[in-house]
């Protein structure tokens, strides 16, 4: 049974930057796409990035975040990254890593295409 673990958050100012892990047990991530995603207090869970299985490597951005946002993965260390920099206010939530086996292409933003998540890790951008 794969578990993931997010760690990595907390209080930044605007122009900050933070880097998110996701680190995985009971299985290799290698054959896995993992998805980040966010939910902000009254909003809906949206997706920020994906990256696909190793055997694959492409990654997906939401608009909101290309060009701040990157994602990587570390296969020896079983962990997928989320690099963010220059945050907004609006990047403030909980954010949140998932897995699903094989790759999803197109479909990476879908929540519901994902079997296994984390607990999530809070993100806070103010001054």
């Known amino acids: 049974q794969l578990q993931l673990v997010e760690s990595g958050g907390g209080l930044v100012q605007p122009g900050g930057s933070l880097r998110l892990s996701c680190a995985a047990s009971?299985?290799?991530?290698?054959?896995?796409?993992i998805g980040w995603f966010r939910q902000a207090p009254g909003k809906e869970r949206e997706g920020v990035s994906c990256?696909?299985?190793?055997?694959?490597?492409?990654?997906y951005y939401a608009d909101s975040v290309k060009g701040r946002f990157t994602i990587s993965r570390d296969n020896a260390k079983n962990t997928v990254y989320l690099q963010m920099n220059s945050l907004k206010p609006e990047d403030t939530a909980v954010y949140y890593c998932?897995?699903?086996?094989?790759?999803?292409?197109?479909?990476?933003?879908?929540?519901?295409?994902?079997?296994?998540w984390g607990q999530g890790t809070q993100v806070t951008v103010s001054s």
């Open positions: 998932a897995a699903d086996y094989g790759n999803l292409d197109d479909w990476w933003g879908n929540r519901n295409n994902y079997e296994y």
């Open positions: 009971g299985s290799t991530l290698d054959y896995y796409a």
């Open positions: 990256i696909s299985s190793s055997s694959d490597g492409s990654t």
